[in-house]
């Protein structure tokens, strides 16, 4: 087999999250911008194009988000139950067990969320619309330290033409509804991922870095 064989149906990139947006996002007609004059047409290209260190960036900073969408998406709902404060000995008890004091969620903040689910369902997004929405999610250019910025504000501007453009062809009599979605989508970036950790993954990962999880999950090859 050649070395320069496209390899998008049978390779994987180092961001099983990046090639299914992509891979989604390839359904549609995009417009292709330059990152050193290279097109991202083919997943293959945006394997070579993407920095590996970029991916990490990408994951690290909007795994929350992305979570969040997913579960808006999948329409999951939860309830939770207010205890009462532990002491402070028990807290400095807990410190010396495991090292570090585990962050434990508010009702403020499990009410952000459910407050931010609600807005999403209310929304009613069609898969592609949700699809495109991670994308623009994602691919976040203003975050620091990323090698191809440029690159990812093209991939984030052709996410949010592609949203804009399936929301014009499902919904053409609702003009303000690009707005709304990404109105809904500003408040993704207020529920801190320490909430979803706390809330959803430390009953299951116990005192595991849950990013350094995500990254052997996801970066393993």
């Known amino acids: 087999m050649m070395d ?50 970029d991916q990490f960036m990408l994951l690290k900073n909007c795994w929350a988000p992305l979570f969040i969408l997913g579960l808006a998406q999948e329409h999951v709902d939860f309830e939770v139950e207010d205890v009462p404060a532990d002491s402070m000995l028990k807290k400095i008890l807990l410190r010396q067990e495991g090292g570090t004091e585990m962050e434990q969620p508010t009702m403020a903040g499990v009410s952000k969320l459910k407050s931010c689910l609600k807005k999403f369902w209310s929304l009613d997004l069609s898969p592609k619309e949700y699809a495109y929405l991670k994308g623009t999610t994602i691919f976040n250019p203003d975050i620091p330290d990323l090698n191809a910025s440029l690159f990812i504000e093209g991939l984030q501007q052709e996410a949010q033409q592609a949203l804009s453009e399936v ?35 430390r009953p299951i990962i116990g005192h595991a870095d849950l990013f350094e999880v995500l990254v052997d999950m996801l970066f393993c090859r």
């Open 167 to 201: 929301v014009r062809l499902l919904h053409p009599t609702r003009q303000e509804r690009f707005a709304r979605i990404l109105l809904t989508a500003s408040m993704l970036q207020s529920i801190t991922p320490s909430l979803i950790i706390e809330l959803l993954f």
């Open 4 to 53: 320069n064989q496209c390899q998008c149906s049978s390779d994987r990139l180092l961001n099983p999250i990046l090639f299914n947006i992509l891979s989604q996002l390839d359904n549609s007609c995009p417009s292709p911008h330059d990152y050193n004059s290279i097109p991202h047409r083919c997943n293959c290209e945006l394997r070579r194009t993407l920095p590996p260190n």
